[in-house]
């Protein structure tokens, strides 16, 4: 069977999306929430960590903060990017202010910063506040 393998941001439940399928009316067959979602979606460790490890689609996540100035500036661009990139990648965020271990755990030593995930694994990051086009560029390369 051909498809993609999505977690979903909402229950963690992991879903396989039939390619004709994949796009904004795709959702999780459990809780229906849409699995690409087109702003970015506010994540906890364990949800991260389960798509990091098993979705198909490349992940992105913001590290940020909410006392955080340039994480504040960049909140708006990142979630267009979402919408821009839907079907293509998926964008998180995850508050290290409320999840302090998940930031030691992905080595995060400043804020902003973008973690991309493919294929199970983290494949490139990127600190400082970008604009949407800038992110849509390096989620792209």
Not at 47 to 52: P, R, T, V, Y
Not at 103 to 119: D, L, N
Request: glycine fraction near 10%; charge should be positive; aromatic fraction near 4%.
């Amino acid at each position: 069977m051909s498809g993609k393998k999505l977690t979903c941001l909402e229950c963690g439940q992991l879903n396989r999306v039939p390619d004709d399928r994949l796009g904004p009316a795709a959702k999780c067959g459990t809780c229906g929430a849409r699995l690409l979602p087109e702003k970015a979606v506010e994540v906890d460790p364990a949800i991260l960590a389960k798509a990091a490890r098993n979705d198909d689609l490349p992940l992105v996540a913001d590290f940020w903060a909410p006392w955080c100035g340039p994480c504040r500036m960049m909140a708006p661009e990142f979630s267009k990017a979402a919408g821009t990139l839907s079907g293509q990648a998926r964008l998180v965020k995850l508050n290290t202010e409320d999840h302090q271990a998940a930031g030691a755990k992905y080595g995060i030593r400043g804020i902003p910063t973008m973690v991309a995930f493919a294929g199970g694994r983290e494949v490139r990051r990127q600190s400082g506040a970008m604009s949407e086009a800038q992110i849509v560029a390096w989620v792209r390369t």
